[in-house]
């Protein structure tokens, strides 16, 4: 295996068109590809790492956006003033993420194109309708969160593309983001989910709400149909929350079974929502 | 040790404990067995393998981390600091003398990669309460001890 430290974006482009792209993997943080290796899976040909190239990492304010660079570790996330104060459910996602040595490390890029329906930074990602920023050979491109991953493992990335950044369009309204873990720390998630809602306080009605929830699909997956039934509404959720079962359709696995997944989501999403709705 | 058929190598520089140190490595040699296999600083342990435990911790450009999950190579140019870089000879810190007043060591596999995420947890705020060490700690298994201990011993160097 040869390893390659590319420090500028140029030159990684020029590296990637020189190696045959059956043979190479991207490192970022490491810490989905270490364990996988160390459980037997091959190691590729040629090793290329992210982290000598300065622009890919750092949390940029655009105006009307913020430009996450995919190289930005989870730490940088949960230490940002920003996020912390404009992106609520995406800084509870990294507050809620493993445990501080993972986090140094792992990176929100990697966390993306890894793309497990359990990802932590996912359904924030999803609720606020982020985009990402894609480069390659044939030049640049932007595509939104939902279109770039596919399935488990799966992303819209093609030979040589690399992704750059995430992009979050800012006042997206008041966020929140739920994990449920078999434990609080080092937990993979049995579901979470995130909520993005501009809530009407004196009719105590959602004016716009976006839900997305992890692990209850092969995706990150939005619950349109609850979203919507409570569009100018906030009454009546108990009697509508298994509208959520048209928009799931989770599996049992070593950690819960499908009937667990989908009672836990209905009702803590249920008790959010109604928390949401009624604060004064 | 990683399992691969072409080795390749590379010429790593790294600054460990404070000592610089040029050695040829294999491409695919983890961090953590550079340090012991190669090094011979056995102090830093190898439990999971897999960034669950935290045994592994060492202190890399000031940040903890899992040197079970990093190839020696993604450390070339940075500094280390392990558990033997910690106290000077037979002068232990105050965290690791905490340890030893309160009792926080039983069989000590855990200890090495737990006293180093303490140190860096006090690095970052003077004086965590109890619920700020616990997460602190979350990355660092201990089958031992129970927590108490370890937890008492850091509030204590906290409150010094
Ligand atoms: C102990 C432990 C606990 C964990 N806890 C959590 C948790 O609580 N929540 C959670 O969501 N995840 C968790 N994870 C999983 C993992 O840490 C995350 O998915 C992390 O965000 C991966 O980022 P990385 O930078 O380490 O990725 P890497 O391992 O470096 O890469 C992952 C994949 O993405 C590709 N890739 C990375 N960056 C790019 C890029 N810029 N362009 C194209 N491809 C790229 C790589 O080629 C690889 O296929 C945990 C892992 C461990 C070992
Ligand atoms: S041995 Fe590295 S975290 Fe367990
Ligand atoms: S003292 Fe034995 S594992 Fe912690």
Not at chain 2, 30 to 39: E, G, M, P, S, T
Not at chain 2, 128 to 147: F, S, V
Request: hydrophobic share 40%.
């Amino acid at each position: 295996m040869k390893y390659y430290r590319p420090v500028s974006e140029p030159e990684l482009l020029d590296l990637l068109g020189t190696l045959d792209q059956s043979n190479y993997t991207l490192l970022a943080g490491g810490t989905d590809l270490m364990p996988r290796f160390e459980s037997g899976m091959e190691l590729p040909l040629h090793l290329v790492d992210l982290k000598g190239i300065d622009c890919f990492s750092g949390i940029n304010d655009r105006g009307d956006n913020i430009e996450i660079g995919s190289l930005t570790t989870i730490d940088a996330l949960r230490k940002s003033d920003l996020i912390h104060q404009s992106f609520q459910a995406l800084w509870q996602a990294t507050d809620q993420f493993a445990a501080t040595q993972i986090r140094n490390r792992a990176t929100i890029g990697g966390n993306i194109c890894n793309a497990s329906p359990a990802g932590d930074t996912l359904p924030p990602l999803y609720a606020y309708q982020a985009q990402v920023r894609i480069i390659g050979p044939a030049g640049e491109r932007q595509v939104p969160i939902a279109d770039f991953i596919s399935g488990p493992g799966k992303t819209a990335l093609n030979p040589s593309e690399i992704l750059f950044s995430v992009i979050l369009p800012k006042a997206a309204g008041f966020s929140t983001f739920y994990k449920l873990g078999l434990r609080q720390a080092m937990a993979v998630s049995v579901i979470n989910f995130a909520v993005v809602a501009v809530v009407d306080r004196e009719k105590k009605v959602f004016n716009k709400l976006t839900i997305a929830a992890g692990s209850v699909a092969p995706t990150v997956k939005y619950l349109n149909k609850l979203a919507g039934a409570l569009q100018n509404n906030g009454n009546g959720i108990d009697g509508i929350i298994d509208l959520v079962d048209q928009d799931i359709s989770p599996i049992d696995d070593i950690r819960a079974t499908a009937a667990y997944r989908r009672k836990a989501l209905k009702n803590i999403l249920a008790f959010t929502l109604k928390e949401l709705v009624n604060k004064r | 040790m990683l399992y691969i058929e072409d080795i390749e190598y590379f010429d790593l520089v790294v600054i460990v404990n404070g000592c610089e140190v040029c050695r040829r490595v294999p491409t695919h040699q983890r961090l953590l067995d550079f340090l012991r296999d190669d090094l011979r600083l056995t102090g830093t342990k190898e439990v999971c393998g897999e960034g669950e435990c935290g045994a592994c911790t060492v202190i890399l450009n000031g940040e903890t981390v899992n040197s079970c999950l990093i190839l020696a190579v993604e450390a070339h140019g940075s500094e280390i600091m392990t558990i033997e870089g910690l106290s000077h000879g037979q002068n232990l810190t105050d965290l690791q003398q905490a340890f030893i007043e309160k009792h926080s060591v039983q069989c000590g596999y855990c200890i090495p990669g737990m006293v180093l995420s303490a140190e860096q947890l006090e690095h970052e705020q003077a004086q965590p309460d109890r619920e700020i060490i616990k997460q602190g700690l979350a990355g660092n298994i201990c089958r031992c001890t129970g927590y108490h201990k370890i937890i008492d011993a850091v509030e204590q160097k906290g409150d010094r």
